[in-house]
């Protein structure tokens, strides 16, 4: 499940609301009611998690066990936000924010083809939604060097593959860390594995066991500054068990939570990143239907704990593989949509905004977006065959006159075709297919591109996208 936009490399290369007190335990029906929830930061002013706005002014923020100010927070982050969820549609107020990346530690075995890398023995995969520190060049794998040591955010699969949703460079001085689960404890050596790596605790700091250590299955968040990359061996100095929505919220409060399925034994009984999950007749699916729920896929769960622990679902809503992506110039902008490429493109309060502009704004959202902007938008044909996309990501970037298109391959005539109905003439361009890299000639691609997905770069004119570059894109994305 990896994601690769063809050309993306050459685009980037080119190229306060009001302030309130509360107590989260309280669930005053004047203020709202009491929320714990799990989820990435999607965008600034305050802080956007799963679709709701949560006003941080009051709020105590921390990041990686450090209190930090908001300016410290990105975009792609993992955040878990306790606080208030008004009666105003996707609005709220936080009493805390924190944030805990998967893991910080040297990257090593990056490989930029199959979009992966190893960080402290966890496996991380590079995503369609992955963010990039603002400081690795072209925004990809490309712009990471071994052993820089970053920061990942993101969400665990059934494999242990951490799905990145933001890579970074750490602070200077940070601590090394892994979040993971406790697998094959040995209490007599004072170790314990997080996937494939192994943690020494013997002169750790331990905090909020109730046996006084470890045990399997527990959620910790381990640090340290010594790793041993030959053994693949953390010595650590404070293990910590993690908190999490379901085990921090008060009685009664909301659950939400963002994350991959990670057990799936029927529609009524699953876990997403670990959390026990089940729906009623009663359970609002969003984006597709119960059928449509299995191992690995992505899901917003909302609702509320019952006696057990089980996270009783009211809705879920189902994220949509980004296999659409633009860029290009914007020529028209409104309140909920911007025209790029002629294309619609649409946002809601689960889409991520990121500037990677010199403007460099943080609070960016689509009113910062001007006419003429140059942007990149990954995302999906919402609804299905309407031409308009529903943006998961939306990027502005540096001035570029190259353009990119990608998505389902629909037949015309040759040496043209379509994408969203955007005709592509290839008169000009070259032929590649993505798993093989091998050069193909027109006849090759036009006969093998039907029922695949395809990518396009070139120069945008009039409502046509003259091609320089076209490939058939036959990877798993996400």
Same mark, same amino acid.
């Given at each position: 499940?990896?994601?690769?936009?063809? #050309?993306?490399?050459?685009?980037?290369?080119l190229?306060?609301?009001?302030s309130g007190s509360?107590s989260?335990? !309280?669930?005053?029906? @004047?203020?709202?009611?009491?929320? $714990?929830?799990?989820g990435?930061i999607?965008a600034?002013?305050?802080?956007?998690?799963? @679709?709701?706005?949560?006003d941080?002014s009051? $709020?105590q923020?921390q990041?990686n066990?450090n209190?930090v100010?908001q300016?410290?927070?990105?975009v792609g982050?993992?955040?878990m936000?306790?606080? /208030?969820?008004?009666?105003?549609?996707?609005?709220?107020?936080?009493?805390?924010?924190?944030?805990?990346?998967s893991v /910080?530690g040297?990257? $090593? !075995?990056?490989?930029?083809?199959a979009?992966?890398l190893d960080?402290?023995?966890q496996h991380?995969?590079v995503?369609?939604?992955?963010s990039?520190?603002?400081?690795?060049?072209?925004?990809?794998?490309?712009?990471?060097?071994?052993?820089?040591?970053?920061?990942?955010?993101?969400l665990?699969?059934?494999?242990?593959?951490?799905?990145?949703?933001r890579?970074? =460079?750490?602070?200077?001085?940070?601590?090394?860390?892994v979040l993971?689960?406790v697998?094959?404890?040995d209490a007599?050596?004072?170790?314990?594995?997080?996937?494939g790596?192994?943690? %020494? +605790?013997?002169? $750790?700091?331990?905090?909020?066991?109730?046996t006084?250590?470890?045990?399997d299955? %527990?959620?910790?968040?381990?640090?340290?500054?010594?790793?041993?990359?030959?053994?693949?061996?953390f010595?650590?100095? #404070?293990?910590?068990?993690?908190?999490?929505?379901?085990?921090?919220?008060p009685?009664?409060?909301?659950?939400?939570?963002?994350?991959?399925?990670t057990?799936?034994?029927?529609?009524?009984? +699953?876990?997403?990143?670990?959390v026990?999950v089940?729906?009623t007749?009663?359970t609002v699916?969003? @984006?597709?239907?119960?059928?449509?729920?299995?191992? !690995?896929v992505?899901?917003?769960?909302?609702?509320?704990l019952?006696?057990?622990g089980?996270?009783?679902?009211?809705?879920?809503?189902?994220?949509?593989?980004?296999?659409?992506?633009?860029?290009?110039?914007?020529?028209a902008?409104?309140?909920?949509?911007?025209?790029v490429?002629?294309?619609?493109?649409?946002?809601?309060? !689960?889409?991520?905004?990121?500037?990677?502009?010199?403007?460099?704004?943080?609070?960016?959202?689509?009113?910062?977006?001007?006419?003429?902007d140059?942007?990149?938008?990954?995302?999906?044909?919402? =609804?299905a065959?309407?031409?308009?996309?529903?943006?998961v990501r939306l990027?502005?970037?540096? =001035?570029?006159?190259?353009?990119?298109?990608?998505?389902?391959?629909?037949?015309?005539?040759a040496?043209?075709?379509?994408i969203?109905?955007?005709?592509?003439?290839?008169?000009?361009?070259?032929f590649?297919?993505?798993q093989?890299?091998?050069?193909?000639?027109?006849?090759?691609?036009?006969a093998?591109?039907?029922?695949?997905?395809? #990518? #396009?770069?070139?120069?945008?004119a009039?409502?046509?996208?003259?091609?320089?570059?076209?490939q058939i894109?036959?990877?798993?994305?996400?």
């Amino acid at each position: 499940m990896k994601l690769r936009i063809f #050309a993306l490399t050459v685009l980037v290369t080119l190229g306060g609301c009001g302030s309130g007190s509360m107590s989260g335990g !309280n669930n005053a029906a @004047g203020n709202g009611v009491a929320v $714990a929830t799990s989820g990435v930061i999607t965008a600034f002013g305050s802080v956007y998690v799963n @679709g709701v706005r949560y006003d941080v002014s009051a $709020a105590q923020i921390q990041k990686n066990g450090n209190a930090v100010t908001q300016a410290a927070l990105s975009v792609g982050e993992v955040a878990m936000v306790q606080g /208030v969820q008004l009666a105003t549609a996707g609005q709220g107020r936080a009493d805390s924010v924190d944030v805990e990346d998967s893991v /910080v530690g040297p990257a $090593a !075995n990056i490989n930029v083809a199959a979009n992966t890398l190893d960080v402290l023995g966890q496996h991380v995969a590079v995503t369609a939604t992955t963010s990039f520190g603002s400081s690795i060049s072209t925004s990809t794998l490309a712009g990471l060097t071994s052993g820089t040591v970053v920061e990942v955010s993101g969400l665990m699969d059934t494999t242990g593959t951490i799905l990145a949703t933001r890579i970074a =460079p750490a602070e200077s001085g940070e601590s090394l860390q892994v979040l993971g689960l406790v697998s094959g404890l040995d209490a007599g050596a004072h170790t314990f594995m997080i996937n494939g790596l192994t943690v %020494d +605790f013997s002169a $750790a700091a331990l905090t909020g066991f109730a046996t006084g250590q470890p045990a399997d299955g %527990d959620l910790v968040v381990v640090r340290g500054a010594l790793f041993d990359a030959t053994a693949v061996k953390f010595t650590a100095t #404070a293990v910590r068990r993690a908190a999490s929505e379901t085990s921090e919220a008060p009685a009664g409060a909301r659950i939400e939570r963002e994350g991959l399925i990670t057990r799936f034994s029927s529609a009524t009984d +699953f876990d997403v990143g670990g959390v026990p999950v089940t729906t009623t007749s009663a359970t609002v699916v969003n @984006g597709g239907a119960l059928t449509d729920l299995a191992l !690995n896929v992505q899901v917003e769960v909302r609702g509320a704990l019952n006696a057990s622990g089980v996270l009783v679902a009211d809705s879920i809503s189902i994220d949509h593989v980004a296999v659409m992506a633009l860029a290009g110039a914007v020529s028209a902008v409104t309140a909920t949509t911007l025209t790029v490429l002629g294309v619609t493109v649409t946002v809601d309060g !689960n889409t991520r905004f990121e500037d990677k502009s010199s403007a460099q704004v943080q609070m960016f959202t689509l009113s910062s977006i001007n006419v003429g902007d140059t942007v990149l938008v990954r995302g999906y044909e919402s =609804p299905a065959g309407s031409g308009t996309v529903l943006a998961v990501r939306l990027e502005r970037l540096p =001035p570029s006159t190259t353009a990119l298109v990608r998505g389902p391959f629909t037949a015309t005539t040759a040496p043209q075709f379509k994408i969203l109905g955007l005709v592509v003439d290839t008169s000009n361009a070259t032929f590649s297919a993505e798993q093989t890299h091998h050069t193909e000639t027109s006849a090759q691609f036009f006969a093998a591109a039907p029922g695949q997905i395809v #990518a #396009a770069t070139g120069t945008f004119a009039g409502s046509v996208l003259m091609a320089t570059s076209v490939q058939i894109d036959t990877i798993e994305n996400r």
